[in-house]
């Protein structure tokens, strides 16, 4: 296979297309969250069922990337292409396949647990009316084989590439870009287009595009499930990018922790190089484009732009100060652009559709969708792509389903260990780069981390900035020794050693941290600190004030006693693992105070709720 | 193109590409600064920003911005005294402050620390934050280099000293977050690496981090041991430094002084190296003369600088065969010092201690090596550095100032003026031509002056007519510099019969044992001048004119290049490729 013309690309997926398909279509997602879930015995299964009753023509089996729906997997999906019904089930075993195979899109196997389609809609570029979701990022995630390129082409695959090549100049496609308004979804939120116009506008010779895999934020997993999901779509935003700047060599930077991505990348730029769609003279249009993939050993300051092209450089993973801006000098010293994945996988999207189109979703100053990661105290743990505009509310309880085990909400974290954390009062504000920031939060990359009555936010900031001390390359003094003393001062805080001294303290060491610090790690890096201190100074001073932790979680300021509940049945006694229990069998138990190190399993084992934490 | 701003109100024009502190230094507004280092006359720039003790209030940008690193702009309004920069400045001195040890009194550094100057200079008396200190192991497994990196600010100036001005690469950031420091990979101990010793780093370091292994007790122990004859030879480049340690002005030259100050120490005879570098030129220019007339293993390189001969061994051990055989100065010092004159004042080697006073870290090391000990007895025993031997004038209550000039002993001490500017870059290339052109030309010829060879300059190179024959001939200071000349070689690109290396930039005037110079490099080029000034008012200015080395070879060598010689004075080099 060999497409050297538009025309070429186009006749193929019109074969592609028009070939006559099975008349069921069974989708099994293998990310490595399904295969970590089970899916790999799952999809053994359905083979075997397949081979079993003879159905090798009446059913196509597609190992698709994830779907989004984590909370669920192992998932698989039914598609009956006859009557249009669909059926997608989590939760599978190997043994509910037979079943599930039996009953067909017709009726529910029994014993299952069936998904409801709103929380999944791959197909709409738009939301349905009613619906939330739009995918535009997550077009093909979940629903093509990412090994297969023939799969990406039947469905306008490098269709964009080969418009851009042969019927666009490099600035026509800059234009296109600057006009859609697509911003970096690393998280800074940088114009695309801008960026991309800075490295066209460099003197000629040789530049770079790099693609910036090195996803590190706690909970965040968006841009893993694309390149698992859908790398050709990656691949064909770089060429494009490269195109448009000038560069013939493009360079993915992706942390080595993700061998699955890392096999499908690899896998796809073969295919794309055995067909033509990498390397010399691409759509018979003089450009030249090829595809390296660089490994980060996994520091999460990597994903800074300078420090990812040192990494690359063979140096030590660490920022520089800017600029020299890297579209001015940046890996080898040579112009150099670095785009994130979730924004390439925009990329062609734009391209294909038009700049206008982009722009009809989302909000004026955001256009497009964002993929969110919804993770911690939610119900349903996953990923979605949403019209940016969209409030946390909607977000939250319509698609996540609410809080786990019908807890209260307390706050959501958004942007990772550099953003801030949004109480209720924030819940129905349309979020975009710009409404995020002006309430004390960020972007970020995506991940957004929901929290419940049960989570202390002194302890939240705690974990925020434990993360960032482990990841800071330890360069400049304020992140390096800064952290570090912030860190201390809210373990004062959480053992009770903590007084409101410490609490100003705080506030203006985190202001110092922001404003001297070298790089956008360590200039956010005291953000969660700052935004729990912001919206939750209540919980703070109950720690340094009152030596009481709100929430129940700082060790060192709780403590359990047995109420008068108690029945004597003695199985406190007995699973407390330092032997502080002591009591008569059908007495009230007591608790040596003294011995008890707070580890709470009384307070679960006891079926009378006759122990307090207090 | 010039570039308008104002600093604190003040307009001012500077050349594109400047940078906030360099305008602000045109006004004469101080920033403090502390991880940013600049060596001038090499053209060293070290800007990693990493400190943040420089930052300043830019108009119209939302963070406080570092002076050292960042490039002015057309219209850029600059505060440097607000509030602001100033809370932001304190606060960050205030935490390197609180992972630093406070043992200053008994630091190496103590009074040469800019750390605690910057302290000083800012008044800061109150700490305001505490918590967990960096606890890292010392490195005291080399001869020459100590290291003690609870006290490493991460300023990273060592890392450009050793990375890009000397290209060993040895020293790097290792770990993340607070445990961050610079180290060799995989925290080896510096003697296992393939580190030379140079002492560059501890020139830059500019806190008690990396300092000399201190050896003044195992010399003061000597001296006090009456079974014991203590001799002491000093190197050209410390007479032409020391004087900086006692507030005298950079360039004079106190050799007397040094001298007089020996003897009240109570050293037993105070010989020159100068004697052994005249000693050097008789054997290495015979080899020269001897290579070049043959035509064969050319270039001949020079090899009185140890760390350049540990580099060679480690990075170009294909080379190994071009450096001259001869020993180092030091070396044939302490191989002379050991056989010769122990003979003559009949005291067995293992009761005459020589101690060296060196520019140089390295030659602590050098001393060591084991072929410089033969019957388990080294040549040399105890090396100091520039700075030690000032530490223990100053312990031994001696007005250094204040003395009269004394005149080395004798047969050891004397010398010419092409042993001094060994000290200096080109120094020992020049030494050697002024004796191949008397020699060659059977005669002696008048025009000794070879300013071709003189200079800071990294690399410089010269075709001087020796005795009718053009000799090709470079010089190299600075590790960096050698490593191009030596690929260029490699390559066949360049074609030369003599190479004079030299490890420190400037040669030993810039030795990693001399007085700090802070980056204040034109104190540098006062000593090398001094050198040329010492050499020119010599009545004797050629090695083999020097009437103790004509007497040392009459009595017991026989001459240059014979069989003695060869065994007091000639070394083989080691293949280090694999550690």
Known sequence: MNIKTPEALAKMAGVLKSRPKPPVQILVSVGTCGLAAGAGAVLKSIYDEIVERRLENAVEVVEVGCMGLCYAEP???????????????????????????????????????????????????????????????????????????????????????????????????????????????????????????????????????????????????????????????????????????????????????????????????GQAREAGLLGKNLFGSGFDFDIQIKFGAGAFVCGEETALIHSIEGMRGEPTVKPPFPAVEGLWKRPTVVNNVETFACVAAIIRKGAEWFKSLGTTGSPGTKVFALAGKISKVGLAEVPMGTTLRDIIYRIGDGIRDGRQFKAVQTGGPSGGCITAKNLDLPIDYEALKSIGSMMGSGGMIVMDEDDCMVNIAKFFLEFTLDESCGKCTPCRIGNRRLFEMLEEITDGRGTLETIEKLKALSAIIKDTALCGLGQTSPNPVLSTLANFPDEYIAHVKEGRCPAGVCQKLIHFDISDRCVGCGLCLKNCPVNAISGEKRQRHTIDQSKCIKCGVCFRVCKFHAVDKK | MKINLKINDQPVSVDSGCTILEAAEKLEIKIPTLCHFTMDCFNVEHRSGSCRVCVVEVKGRPNLAPACCTPVVEGMEVRTNTLRAINARRTILDLLLSNHPKDCLTCPKNLECQLQALAQEMGLHHLLYKGEQSTFNKDLSSFAIARDLDKCIMCRRCETACNKVQTVGVLSGVNRGFRAVVAPAGMKRLADTECVFCGQCVQACPVGALSEIDYKYPVWRALNDASKTVIV???????????????????????????????????????????????????????????????????????????????????????????????????????????????????????????????????????????????????????????????????????????????????????????????????????????????????????????????????????????????????????????????????????????????????????????????????????????????????????????????????????????????????????????
Not at chain 1, 219 to 241: K, T, W
Not at chain 1, 244 to 266: K, Q
Not at chain 2, 362 to 370: Q, S
């Open chain 2, 233 to 579: 030879q000093t190197a050209p480049a410390v007479r032409v430094a020391i004087g900086e340690c006692f507030g005298m002005e950079p360039g004079a030259v106190s050799t007397g002084k040094m001298v007089t100050a020996l003897r009240m120490l109570g050293f037993d005879k105070v010989f020159d190296t100068d004697f052994a570098a005249d000693l050097t030129i008789m054997e290495e220019t015979t080899e020269l003369i001897d290579r070049v007339t043959k035509n064969h293993d050319l270039p001949i390189l020079t090899s009185c600088c140890p760390g350049w001969v540990k580099f060679l061994e480690h990075q170009f051990p294909e080379l190994i065969y071009m450096p001259s055989s001869a020993k180092s100065p030091q070396q044939m010092f302490g191989a002379i010092a050991k056989s010769y004159y122990a003979e003559k004042i009949g005291v067995k080697p293992e009761d005459l201690i020589v101690v060296s006073v060196m520019p140089c870290l390295a030659k602590k090391y050098e001393a060591a090596r084991p072929e410089f000990a033969p019957n388990g007895v080294r040549d040399v025993d105890i090396v100091i550095s520039t700075r030690e031997l000032a530490d223990m004038i100053r312990e031994a209550g001696i007005q250094f100032e204040e003395l009269e000039d004394g005149v080395y002993d004798s047969p050891l001490g004397e010398s010419t003026g092409a042993a001094v500017i060994f000290g200096a870059t080109g120094g020992v290339l020049e030494a050697a031509l002024r004796t191949a052109a008397d020699w060659i030309a059977g005669q002696d010829v008048r025009e000794i002056d070879f300013k071709a060879v003189r200079g800071m300059a990294g690399i410089k190179e010269a075709t001087v007519n020796v005795g009718g024959i053009e000799l090709r001939a470079a010089v190299c200071s600075g590790l960096g510099n050698a490593r191009k000349l030596l690929e260029k070689i490699e390559r066949g690109e360049a074609n030369y019969h003599a190479i004079e290396i030299m490890a420190c930039p400037g040669g030993c005037i810039n030795g990693g044992g001399q007085p700090y110079h802070h980056g204040d490099t034109s104190r540098l080029e006062k000593r090398m001048a001094a050198l040329y000034r010492a050499d020119a008012g010599l009545p004797i200015r050629k090695s083999h004119q020097n009437p103790d080395i004509i007497k040392l070879y009459e009595e017991f060598l026989g001459e240059p290049g014979s069989h003695a010689a060869h065994k007091l004075l000639h070394t083989a080099y080691i293949d280090r490729k694999n550690g």
């Open chain 1, 75 to 269: 998932v698989i999906m039914l598609n009956d292409r006859r009557s249009g019904k669909r059926l997608i089930y989590g939760d599978v075993t190997p043994q509910q396949v037979p079943a599930i195979i039996a009953a067909g899109t017709d009726s529910i196997a029994a014993g299952t647990r069936t998904i409801e389609r709103s929380w999944y809609y791959p197909e709409f570029e738009k939301p349905e009316p009613g619906e939330l979701q739009a995918r535009i990022v997550l077009r093909n995630t979940g629903r093509l084989n990412p090994e297969k390129l023939e799969q990406y082409i039947e469905n306008d695959g490098y269709t964009a590439l080969a418009k851009a090549l042969t019927t666009m100049t490099p600035q026509q496609v800059i234009d296109t870009i600057l006009a859609s308004g697509l911003r970096g979804r690393g998280g800074g939120g940088f114009p695309t287009g801008r960026k991309w116009q800075f490295a066209a506008a460099q003197p000629a010779g040789e530049k770079f595009i790099i693609c910036n895999a090195d996803e590190g934020d706690p909970g965040a997993f968006m841009d893993r499930a694309v390149l698992e999901g859908d790398p050709h779509s990656v691949l064909e935003a770089m060429a494009i990018g490269g195109y448009a700047i000038g560069a013939n060599t493009g360079v993915i930077y992706i942390r080595a922790e993700y061998p699955l991505a890392v096999r499908r990348l690899e896998n796809a730029i």
